[in-house]
């Protein structure tokens, strides 16, 4: 068994990271990993000094979690890896996908950004290198869930396999997306209480939820896709017995992309619902003020008839010109909303 593992600095602050690297030959960098361990059959842990890619007598396998903005990565990845390994870890641009090799998996996925001042839905991006002897993840963000993997580890629980390491990954990552595939759910369900209420009004944050689900959307779609693959792979690196775990995690993530997608159609429904009730109050709005123009048409154009400065109008040197006027256009209206009512204008 090995001693227990020293306790990793927190990932958030670079500037106490572990110290301990490698010096790669003929290279004056120095690979500094966020994570370094040896780790045993019987979950015992031990913190690496020379993290190479060959775990030590006595340890099943060696796990490193490594920042993709060290520049010594490249070079220690030329020094280590194999090609297919150097392409997933080092890529610019990701998208969840599995590949594999005689030896190795690589593996990209995605995982909830819970960074700070960051979106949820610009989930962070997290590439694996899995051998029977090695596991190597690389993150450009911080990635929470190997967070929980390595305190787990530093509580003499670590993953027994690089197939148990994937596992408990995987699901860490899978578990995060459902907490937030049912807040977001959560939301939808207050919002549609608002929605459908008598006369709802415009929700301001009905648009900004529906851009982040279809972010989530354009995340999560892969991700289940590429889980489902790994639980699939007919790879000696996952024992059976793992399998229906993998398979129990792919189906939770595929869960989630059917909340989210739920989530949208709901989002999309509520929105109809509400350009549907603006228009319709826009459209009664509309009418009532085309019956008034009506009913006002023939006044306004008496109105200006007897507003004209001539010789010759009725009523000019009639005191009661003016109240006759008046009872002739309040009778002449009256008669109007009659015929338009008779008409079944309104």
């Known amino acids: 068994m090995f001693p227990p593992a020293a306790t990793p600095s927190p990932d958030a602050d670079p500037s106490t990271r572990p110290q301990d690297s490698v010096q790669t030959p003929g290279r004056a960098a120095r690979l500094r990993p966020l994570a370094a361990y040896d780790i045993g059959t019987d979950g015992g842990a031990a913190a690496l000094i020379d993290p190479d890619g060959t775990p030590r007598p006595g340890a099943t396998y060696r796990w490193l979690h490594l920042d993709l903005a060290d520049p ?14 150097r392409r997933t870890l080092l890529a610019d641009r990701t998208r969840p996908r599995l590949d594999t090799e005689d030896d190795g998996m690589a593996i990209t996925l995605r995982g909830i950004n819970l960074n700070a001042g960051a979106a949820a839905a610009d989930m962070v991006s997290l590439r694996i290198w899995l ?13 929470f869930a190997l967070d929980d993997v390595r305190a787990q580890i530093d509580a003499g629980d670590a993953p027994r396999s690089p197939g148990h390491m994937l596992a408990r990954i995987t699901d860490n990552l899978v578990h995060r997306l459902e907490e937030v595939a049912s807040a977001r759910e959560d939301i939808t369900d207050t919002m549609e209480e608002a929605v459908y209420a008598t006369n709802p009004a415009p929700i301001a944050d009905l648009a900004p939820l529906r851009r982040e689900i279809i972010k989530f959307r354009r995340h999560v779609a892969p991700l289940a896709e590429t889980l489902t693959q790994i639980s699939q792979s007919p790879t000696d690196l996952i024992r059976k017995d793992l399998r229906h775990r993998l398979r129990e995690t792919a189906s939770r993530s595929r869960w989630a992309l059917d909340e989210l997608s739920e989530v949208h159609d709901r989002l999309t429904a509520m929105s109809d619902h509400l350009d549907t009730v603006q228009n319709a109050r826009l459209e009664r709005n509309g009418y009532r003020l085309s019956i008034v123009a009506a009913i006002f048409l023939p006044l306004g154009f008496l109105t200006g008839l007897f507003g004209v400065n001539v010789g010759g109008l009725p009523g000019l040197q009639d005191e009661k010109g003016f109240l006759v006027l008046c009872l002739g256009m309040l009778g002449i209206g009256g008669m109007t909303a009659a015929v338009l009512r008779w008409l079944r204008w309104f």
């Open 131 to 143: 051998t029977a002897t090695l596991v190597v993840s690389v993150r450009r963000q911080r990635v």
């Open 72 to 85: 010594a990565l490249p070079d220690w990845a030329d020094a280590h890896l194999p090609p297919l390994a």
